[in-house]
């Protein structure tokens, strides 16, 4: 069992951090310690700030065509090493390999479509706004910009964001999650064969101190973040008492209306991948499935039979659906919350709990469990559970599963199961959520549309990826200019 202390990447260099404090980096599967992660001082993230403040006004000044080339060459090395990042982010947080390929697939579609930055951050002009005069808007970068990443898309998230930043012309600094922070070192052992300037990509480890640091950091101007609401709350506010913008991407607790006329079979088969895939540790499971009328009894007895089914395990293990959740503590907490909802009055149709996984018994497992007739109101309803769990609710009409899904806080995701396209249109329109789902189970925006979260889901304005990410990561200049002719010498 290797302990390895990981290290920092800064000012062009791998550096071993000063921390005094170091988090284990556990493989959820096997409770084996992988790695030991550093907390890293405040002088560390002045260092890589400082580092990157000096090398941001040579990177903006490169052509946007240089700067591409970085990303095509960046493609092919996320290409070529697939197979091994995705190892790295299924050990790390417990998803299955299958799942750990299609976030790395979805970072990568993340890097092809900052290659079109050339166009995509053009900017306006006006000839002749008034007599002689022109008026133009360009773009420019920030300078330096800071990433805070999540636990459960160690591959994917930072690259909401991070290719976006760094082809505008910015410099990057991401702070991985201290509990999943593996996949991110062997990234950035990736950007070191780019050679990138020093100072253009930093990697600082770290938990809530070094995050501080970056938010109270004068040089970085930008923070974005995905994880937990409280902290994306915090991260927020002191991001804006600081003069930076930010945009913080939160929790979620996504809700389903399951139509008498959805088919129930590709409905069953869909949602069970939504609210059980990834350990029901997605920003977009779904976790709360209500049922419209006759929906109800078919919906119940196809989806008992489906949770009853799916095969948990190691994720690395052929045939594995459902991984492991990411910490004991986390698997305590959602078992908890299945004993809390049966408290509160659900009916607990298949439990999850107290089962082990042959051969993976220290793993922190918890089973597909399925809850029937959770008290819209109830602690458990509000929630998010961040796990695989799925709460069943009943309305009589649309309108009334309409009124249910938008009665709540969060507002990341929405989905509808029907064959009818009249419903599925009231859906979209009516329903309170920044991503929608019509016969979908993850609404996940492909890298061209935002990741429009809402509510508690989402603090901030401009969203992660596509053309708002560019907007993010630049800022609107505006020229007004006069040329008067009798100035210009007669050629
Ligand atoms: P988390 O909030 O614990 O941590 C996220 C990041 O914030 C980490 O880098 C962490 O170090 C930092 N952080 C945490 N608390 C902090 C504090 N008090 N001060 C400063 N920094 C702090 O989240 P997590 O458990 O890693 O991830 C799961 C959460 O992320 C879930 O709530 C999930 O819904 C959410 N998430 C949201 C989206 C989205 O797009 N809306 C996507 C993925 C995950």
Redesign the pocket.
């Known amino acids: 069992m290797s302990e390895q202390k990981l290290l920092n990447y800064i000012d062009g260099k791998w550096q071993a951090s000063s921390a005094k404090e170091t988090l284990p980096v556990v493989n959820p599967a096997t409770s084996e310690v992988m790695a030991r992660v550093p907390l890293s001082p405040k002088s560390e993230v002045d260092a890589a700030a400082q580092a990157a403040k000096r090398a941001s006004k040579d990177w903006a000044r490169t052509p946007a065509t240089d700067r591409i080339q970085v990303l095509f060459k960046l493609k092919q090395l996320l290409e070529d090493n697939l197979d091994d990042l995705a190892k790295s982010c299924t050990n790390e947080c417990g998803k299955t390999y299958a799942e750990s390929v299609g976030e790395l697939r979805r970072a990568i579609e993340n890097v092809e479509v900052a290659c079109g930055i050339p166009i995509m951050m053009q900017g306006w002009n006006n000839e002749d706004i008034a007599r002689g005069i022109d008026e133009h808007m360009i773009r420019q970068p920030l300078g330096v910009a800071a990433i805070?990443?999540?636990?459960?898309?160690p591959g994917m998230?930072p690259f909401w964001f991070l290719p976006y930043a760094l082809a505008t012309g910015n410099c990057v600094i991401v702070?991985?999650?201290?509990?999943c922070p593996m996949t991110q070192q062997k990234i950035f052992a990736l950007f070191e064969k780019l050679n990138l300037a020093p100072g253009i990509m930093q990697l600082v480890n770290?938990?809530?101190?070094?995050?501080?640091a970056i938010?109270d950091h004068p040089a970085i101007r930008a923070i974005s973040?995905?994880?937990?609401?409280?902290?994306?709350r915090?991260?927020y506010a002191r991001a804006a008492a600081n003069g930076k913008r930010a945009q913080c991407?939160?929790?979620?607790k996504n809700p389903v209306v399951i139509m008498p006329d959805a088919d129930m079979e590709t409905a069953t088969r869909i949602l069970s991948d939504s609210a059980y895939g990834c350990a029901g540790?997605?920003?977009?499971a779904l976790s709360v499935g209500i049922t419209v009328g006759a929906a109800r009894p078919a919906f119940v007895d196809c989806f008992s039979e489906a949770t009853r089914n799916r095969k948990v395990g190691y994720g690395l293990d052929k045939g594995v659906e459902t991984g492991a959740v990411?910490s004991m503590a986390s698997k305590e907490r959602i078992e908890g919350l299945i004993a809390k909802a049966e408290q509160e009055g659900a009916k607990i149709l298949v439990d999850g709990r107290g089962k082990k996984v042959p051969g993976y018994e220290n793993g922190s497992f918890v089973f597909p469990t399925l809850l029937d007739n959770v008290p819209p109101h109830s602690e458990v309803a509000k929630t998010?559970i961040?796990g695989p769990v799925f709460s069943m609710m009943h309305a009589e009409t649309l309108d009334e599963a309409i009124a249910m899904v938008n009665d709540r806080e969060y507002g990341?995701m929405a989905c509808i199961f029907t064959s009818s396209g009249a419903a599925a249109r009231k859906f979209r329109q009516e329903a309170v959520a920044g991503n929608i789902g019509i016969n979908i189970g993850v609404a996940a925006p492909m890298a061209f549309f935002p990741?429009s979260?809402w509510r508690e889901?989402?603090f901030g304005d401009l969203h992660?990826q596509g053309t708002q990410a560019v907007e993010f990561f630049t800022e609107t200049k505006v020229v007004v200019e006069r040329w008067p002719k009798e100035w210009s010498r007669k050629f």
């Open positions: 805070i990443a999540p636990f459960n898309f998230i702070k991985p999650s201290e509990k770290g938990a809530g101190e070094t995050v501080d938010l973040m995905v994880g937990s609401t409280p902290a994306a915090h991260i991407q939160a929790g979620a540790q997605r920003c977009l990411i998010e961040f990341n990741f979260g889901s989402f992660g």
